[in-house]
């Protein structure tokens, strides 16, 4: 099944099912990565959560944490509510460490 979705540069056509064997993904999910111009399971590897996450806010959208805890259960081949409270912690703190570089750059 695909579905369209819209973006500043061009209409981008996704299989909603890209992600289907990865926990946590759904529908929603794989839109908001393709948004990001994530489209593939090797892309968001290679990006790992924090980076996916930051991409997906970069086109505008607001996702929540849970789309974090989603994204890194998913690589890690758990549910998103068994990503421990020390790993949300580090991601949470990579997210910081992202926006202080950030504003220090600007």
Same mark, same amino acid.
């Given at each position: 099944?695909? @579905? !369209?979705? @819209?973006?500043? +540069?061009? /209409?981008?056509?996704? $299989?909603?099912?890209?992600? &289907?064997? /990865?926990? &946590? /993904? *759904?529908? +929603? ?7 990001? *111009?994530?489209?593939?399971? !090797?892309? %968001?590897? $290679? #990006? *790992?959560?924090?980076? +996916? =996450? %930051?991409?997906?806010?970069? @086109?505008?959208?607001?996702?929540? %944490?849970?789309l974090l805890w989603a994204i890194e259960g998913a690589l890690t081949d758990? *549910? ?5 409270k020390n790993e949300k912690t580090s991601l949470l703190m990579q997210l910081?460490? =992202?926006?202080?570089?950030? &504003? $220090? #750059?600007?």
């Open positions: 099944m695909f @579905t !369209a979705i @819209t973006s500043p +540069a061009a /209409l981008i056509y996704v $299989e909603v099912d890209l992600f &289907n064997k /990865l926990r &946590n /993904l *759904g529908p +929603a999910s794989a839109q908001m990565l393709a948004s990001a *111009g994530i489209l593939s399971e !090797a892309q %968001l590897r $290679e #990006m *790992g959560s924090v980076s +996916a =996450y %930051l991409a997906v806010k970069a @086109t505008g959208c607001e996702p929540s %944490l849970n758990r *549910g998103w509510k068994e990503v421990s910081d460490d =992202y926006e202080r570089r950030k &504003n $220090e #750059m600007s």
